[in-house]
């Protein structure tokens, strides 16, 4: 059978086209692993959004 | 993920210690009803998730679940260890359950990773994570649940949104969802550093202050909205369980439903059979004018002639005097005019033809009058007529009475072994958890519109603070992680519809190519899906195939279950029990020939009756190894391989 799975990445990066969104490089895929990474953790989600601040806020420092 | 080991240890049917070793490639598993079938397939969900459902969807206590013959033999305890790979990555997963004579206590889990055993909180997150329970119903699941699937056609029912939950969970869309439930939680920090910062500075106090005010006004609606959201699932639970329990006695509740109505039909019989027992005694008091009618009517015949005649005759006696008069004035008495010799001719011709009348033939009789009054009230009552018709209605209505009593009696019979209380207190459950449900709905639809309103005051107050831009280098950090977070918001937000539709598509199309490998009807083109996920079946001439069969439902739903696996982001082992029970020979075939290729790891556990050995010649080269539950005795049940390969 032939591999007909959408790719999340992909659909994002078309999402943010879409929205007329510039992201910092990067960012979706760091977002998106950490999201991958963690999501069975339901009760552990406090942890997971102080990690998520972080790279936001690290990327809203790198931005031009 | 494959299943590299199951040992099963005083398990159910199965005594004393038995293992399948095993890697991926298709396993059958023979054995008739009873030889421990399901077991393996509840023996491999205990290990995961700690509990045993029987059939009938309802607990197994472990005191039932331990083997007869190790009872007896003073055994008091059953295990289940499953290895499994997934990757590189090594489980071992053991769940033990101990019974003392105290009671019973909770199972114990043991999980290894690579050798190393994990801590108890990391045990149940490793479980979800290799196979949530959610989602098992896409791995290990039961031939004649299958048909559950075709719930999903129809998308308002509470047990199709909790199948299309498990099915988004399997196809990876939490991803998204906890996403954007992280990010809306890193805004609300983000928020309070912005207020907290301006109320720091001199200028901006005021703003902070109503900034902080809105947040934590924000944050208490979000909980009280968290709180009805739970309340709400709470209620779908309730409503969830509450159907399934009456699923069971659907054709019972119909039938009482049957019976309530024939006991208000013999409630209704009754009352009309009291009216017309009322009517008939009222005309039997009267029925006695009827006997007597008959001694009576010569006699009023009589009096009708004799009355006639004494009319007759004071007709004929005013007719005479008439004539006689005009003759004797030479005048017409009628009309006034002078008669001529013609006109008295006439009138003595008239006289003459007219009979004489006595007087006493002419004289009123108002004896016979009153004589022929009071008999007329005799005759022609009609209430023996009346008695003898409502006879026949009694009669008609008594044995109406009596069939219905009787079917009811039946009905009573046949429903004597339900729980008529336990069904009862489950539908006012039921009811009940339904009306809160709709009140849950319109308190959490209010609390979204105050929510709403909240938010605006909060950005107008965020929008002032960022706008004055007195905070500094650190309020320009601040708003841009804010803006960024935003971005990041909606750019999730639009790739969760984007992803699911993309995903629905993916599904779709997998599934009508795995249902063109199964189905043997021609006419069939394709599978279409609906916002649940639930597949129609499509014609040649492009219309919908409406009143599937059972057979057609189970091709349908193995169909949407291999599309799943394909699309999985996790995929695992798939084990069938009894999934022909439905199917013609050539749709058997047809899935025998597929099952290899439905996932890495597949179980197939049958019977004789559904699958012949001349049916796995099919497919005896891709079988990896075949077992046999071969019966001890009552107790005690044997796996063996069979060496037919």
């Known amino acids: 059978m032939e591999e007909t799975r959408p790719d999340l990445l992909e659909t994002l990066r078309a999402a943010a086209t879409e929205c007329g969104v510039s992201l910092p490089e990067g960012l979706l895929e760091e977002v998106l692993r950490l999201e991958k990474e963690t999501t069975e953790q339901d009760g552990a989600r406090g942890m997971i959004q102080v990690r998520l601040r972080t790279v936001l806020e690290r990327h809203a420092e790198e931005a031009p | ?645």
Request: with cysteine; hydrophobic share 35%; glycine share 6%.
């Open chain 2, 1 to 645: 993920m494959i299943i590299t080991s199951l040992k099963v240890k005083d398990f159910g049917i199965f005594y004393g210690s038995q293992q399948l070793s095993l890697g991926p490639g298709l396993y059958v598993i023979h054995g008739r009803n009873g030889r421990g079938k399901t077991t393996l397939l509840n023996a491999i969900r205990w290990s995961l998730y700690g509990h045993y459902i029987d059939r009938q969807r309802r607990p197994v206590a472990p005191v039932v679940m331990l083997n007869r013959q190790a009872r007896r033999e003073g055994t008091n305890g059953f295990s289940v260890e499953l290895r499994l790979q997934e990757g590189s990555d090594q489980f071992l997963i053991r769940r033990s359950q101990v019974l003392s004579g105290a009671g019973v206590p909770p199972s114990q889990l043991y999980i290894e990773h690579n050798g190393y055993p994990l801590t108890a909180g990391e045990r149940e997150r490793v479980v979800t994570q290799l196979l949530s329970e959610r989602v098992s119903r896409f791995f290990l699941f039961d031939g004649e649940q299958l048909q559950n699937y075709e719930l999903l056609l129809s998308q308002e029912e509470t047990t199709s949104q909790m199948i299309k939950q498990g099915i988004e969970e399997i196809l990876g869309l939490p991803v998204l969802d906890n996403a954007l439930f992280d990010l809306a939680a890193v805004r609300t920090e983000l928020n309070r550093r912005l207020a907290r910062q301006a109320r720091a500075t001199q200028q901006l106090q005021q703003v902070g202050m109503r900034a902080e005010q809105a947040q934590s006004e924000l944050d208490s609606k979000q909980a009280d909205i968290a709180g009805l959201l739970e309340q709400q699932r709470e209620q779908e639970r309730i409503i969830r369980e509450r159907d399934d329990f009456l699923q069971q006695y659907e054709s019972s509740l119909e039938q009482m439903k049957n019976l309530e109505a024939l006991d208000a039909k013999v409630v209704d019989l009754r009352t009309q059979r009291d009216q017309l027992r009322e009517e008939r005694a009222d005309h039997l008091h009267h029925v006695w004018r009827d006997i007597l009618a008959a001694a009576v009517e010569p006699k009023v015949r009589d009096l009708q002639q004799r009355l006639e005649r004494s009319e007759q005759a004071r007709a004929a006696q005013a007719a005479r005097e008439q004539v006689q008069r005009s003759l004797l004035e030479g005048r017409c008495v009628v009309c006034g005019r002078d008669l001529d010799a013609d006109h008295e001719s006439h009138l003595s011709e008239e006289l003459d033809r007219l009979p004489e009348v006595t007087e006493g033939e002419a004289r009123p009789d108002p004896e016979a009058v009153t004589q022929l009054a009071q008999l007329s009230r005799i005759i022609n009552t009609g209430h023996a007529e009346a008695v003898i018709r409502l006879d026949r209605s009694l009669a008609e209505i008594g044995s109406e009475e009596l069939a219905r009593k009787q079917e009811a009696a039946q009905l009573r019979q046949a429903l004597q072994n339900l729980p008529e209380n336990e069904v009862t207190h489950a539908q006012r459950e039921r009811d009940q958890a339904q009306q809160r449900l709709g009140r849950l709905l319109v308190a959490i639809e209010e609390a979204e519109r105050e929510k709403g309103g909240i938010e605006d005051r909060l950005r107008r107050a965020q929008d002032e603070i960022r706008r004055s831009g007195a905070g500094g280098g650190q309020q320009n950090h601040l708003s841009r992680s804010i803006d960024l977070t935003d971005d990041l918001h909606r750019v999730f937000d639009l790739a969760k519809g984007n992803f699911r539709d993309d995903l629905r598509i993916a599904v779709e199309t997998t599934a009508t190519e795995v249902f063109k490998q199964l189905t043997n009807e021609p006419n069939y083109s394709r599978l279409a899906i609906n916002d649940s996920y639930g597949l129609q079946i499509i014609d040649a001439n492009d219309q919908v195939v409406v009143g599937r069969s059972a057979g057609q439902e189970q091709v349908v739903a193995l169909a949407l279950i291999a599309a799943l696996n394909r699309n999985a982001t996790r995929r695992g082992p798939v084990m069938m029990d009894t999934p022909f029970g439905r199917l013609d020979p050539t749709h058997r075939t047809n899935i025998l020939r597929f099952l290899s290729h439905m996932a890495e790891q597949v179980f197939l556990l049958v019977h004789g009756g559904e699958v012949t050995d001349e049916d796995l010649c099919v497919i005896r080269a891709s079988i990896n190894e075949h077992f046999e539950l071969r019966r001890d005795d009552t107790d005690r049940t044997t796996i063996i391989i069979r060496s037919d390969q």
